[in-house]
């Protein structure tokens, strides 16, 4: 089953965001890189309060969880974030379209 992953860190800015993408092998600017299995949609960014969001679309909650405990803790800490997000939501999706092209 699809879920929808939503994680806000407080104190975090869009630097310590490209730094993890560079320690994942990701590249922001072109969409390249060495993206996790399973992964359906990643957005980001910083909402009213100044705090990086990520949302995420995952084809399942064991591919989530895969990457989290193999290569994005490692990551995180390696980019500069060294806490846990203030804000962890998992939602077991009923629906999700893409209307892009």
Not at 8 to 24: C, D, I, M, R
Request: charged share 20%.
């Amino acid at each position: 089953m699809a879920v929808q992953v939503i994680l806000e860190f407080e104190g975090v800015t869009t630097t310590e965001y490209y730094a993890v993408n560079k320690e994942l092998g990701i590249d922001q600017a072109t969409g390249e890189g060495d993206w996790p299995d399973g992964l359906v949609t990643h957005a980001a960014g910083l909402n009213g309060d100044g705090h990086l969001v990520v949302v995420e679309v995952w084809d399942s909650i064991d591919h989530q969880a895969k990457f989290m405990e193999e290569r994005l803790g490692e990551a995180l800490v390696k980019g500069g974030i060294t806490g846990p997000p203030s804000s962890f939501t998992l939602i077991e999706l009923v629906a999700h379209q893409y209307l892009g092209d």
